[in-house]
């Protein structure tokens, strides 16, 4: 008997299943190999060792070799997908900046109209609006273009610079109303009573204005008289609040 | 009872010259605390030939007369002697601000102005309340501007801004318009007439909304539009040199030949 097949039956020998004379045999070996002798020891003390002690299954620990066999299982696959996917960018990308810079002649024209057309209208709905606050609304009729762009929504229509307007009137004319109540007291009865008179002849102007925009908001002429008489309105208040 | 009359008449007869006498002295005793209430401010300034008088009053009339001297007098009629007249005279530039010198006293009451300006004066003047009247003035400038009612009368102006504007009252111009210049009214509840020389060239923009009466007189013309129906005109007359704003929110607009 060699060492090889001492080894492979020491288990069986240990176990005490093995024939008698392949038993005397094995024992024989064993007396005269000091490295199967070993080994015999080693199995020997392992089986003692699980005869004596109960030994249980770690639950944390087998689930976490579970874990990592699955984990073992499953990354390759999406690994293998990460590193395909930056090669199919690369090569959309490199795709698309060979062709990028490739323009036909008509592209070209098309491409330099469509960026003067585009800053015009900038250039004209940033003026509109920048002079909407600064100018009388009603001073000028709007033109077709401007028509279309109110369509559009790219500038304000007559109607609510109008509208906006009147707003910030009003939010004016109340400031100098609130400044103009704590000073009539001190008025002499006539300048008060000439006040009232005006800022109601005032009112009544405004309100007639009112009226006609109500029923004909294209009206230019009576908004530009609603826009003044809104402006005389806030000059009395403002004159008054000085006495 | 005729011997009676006949009586209380020879009374009277004989007693004549002592009645006249006590009426007299009724009559001037009534009237003496009228003039007992207006206290009289006055005061001249030595000035150029083209100098500025800036005056805001509260509520009185205000006339101002050019003439020919160098010198500007300045006279007030004050209703209450608390009121405060403070005139400055800054390089070129005569000032009167009743506004500002009388800001917190109650009752200012009325101060009626009587201003003389050399010929060529260039003239500012706002009241709250009261008319204003211009007189032969040809300076650079002449503004009215009477916050709530009074009348406007601005008379023998040649100046190249004109500007006459109030709430509730008439406005009346008798001048000359320069090539180049501006001349802008605007009521809201007043007539404004207008009496130009038959050459006078200027842009017009005549605005009636409310009653549409605008007569243009020897000015209206082919060169004239209508807008809105009628509530505005635009035109030119001559050759257009010069820029006439009008604006009668509720009542009429009238051109008249000088």
């Known amino acids: 008997m060699n060492c090889e097949q001492c080894q492979e039956l020491v288990s069986i020998y240990l176990d005490n299943e093995l024939d008698t004379n392949v038993s005397m045999n094995v024992q024989t070996h064993l007396s005269l190999c000091a490295e199967c002798a070993k080994v015999c020891e080693d199995f020997a003390m392992i089986l003692d060792f699980c005869e004596t002690e109960d030994i249980l299954p770690n639950s944390k620990a087998l689930w976490c070799r579970i874990n990592n066999i699955i984990e073992n299982d499953v990354n390759p696959e999406n690994l293998q997908e990460k590193q395909q996917q930056p090669l199919v960018e690369t090569s959309w990308l490199a795709k698309a900046k060979s062709n990028f810079w490739q323009f036909t002649s008509s592209q070209v024209v098309a491409s330099v109209l469509g960026i003067a057309l585009i800053s015009s209208l900038l250039t004209v709905v940033g003026l509109k609006n920048f002079a909407a606050g ?110 | 009872m005729i011997f009676e009359l006949k009586k209380l008449l020879g009374f009277l007869a004989k007693k004549k010259t002592t009645i006249l006498c006590l009426s007299v002295v009724f009559f001037f005793a009534s009237s003496a605390p009228d003039i007992s209430a207006q206290k009289k401010f006055s005061k001249s300034y030595p000035a150029s030939k083209n100098v500025r008088l800036l005056l805001k009053n509260r509520t009185g009339t205000v006339t101002v ?85 009074g009348d406007i009368t601005l008379t023998n102006i040649s100046a190249e801004n004109v500007a006459a504007e109030n709430m509730t009252g008439d406005i009346f111009f008798d001048g000359e318009l320069h090539s180049g210049g501006i ?57 257009g040199s010069a820029t006439m704003t009008v604006t009668s929110q509720r009542k009429s607009i009238s051109f008249i030949r000088r």
């Open chain 2, 65 to 149: 007369e050019g003439w020919d001297r160098a010198e500007v007098k300045i006279s007030a009629f004050v209703e209450n002697s608390n009121t405060k007249i403070a005139p400055e005279n800054l390089s070129g530039t005569i000032q009167i601000n009743l506004v500002k010198d009388n800001h917190g006293i109650n009752e200012v009451g009325s101060v009626n102005f009587v201003i003389k300006v050399p010929y060529f004066s260039s003239v500012n003047i706002e009241t709250m309340m009261g008319n204003l009247n211009v007189t032969n003035v040809r300076g650079g400038f002449v503004k009215a501007h009477i916050a709530t009612d």
């Open chain 2, 183 to 239: 001349y802008r009214f605007s009521t809201t509840s007043g007539n404004i007439n207008l009496r130009i020389p038959p050459n006078s060239s200027f842009l017009l923009t005549a605005t009636a909304p409310s009653t549409r009466n605008i007569s243009l007189g020897a000015f209206s013309g082919a060169n004239m539009n209508l807008i809105g129906n009628g509530r505005r005109i635009i035109g030119k007359v001559g050759d």
């Open chain 1, 134 to 243: 600064e100018e009388n609304y009603a001073a000028a009729t709007p033109n077709i273009f401007e028509k279309v762009l109110g369509k559009v929504g790219l500038i304000a229509t007559s109607q609510q610079t109008r509208e906006k307007r009147i707003r910030e009137q009003q939010t004016t004319v109340d400031y100098w109303r609130a400044r103009v109540e704590t000073r009539r007291e001190n008025w002499e009865k006539h300048l008060r009573e000439a006040f009232d008179r005006n800022l109601n002849e005032i009112d009544q102007v405004v309100y007639e204005y009112d009226r006609i925009l109500l029923d004909n908001p294209q009206d230019e002429l009576s908004g530009e008289m609603l826009d003044s008489a809104l402006n005389e309105k806030v000059e009395l208040l403002r004159e008054f609040s000085e006495l």
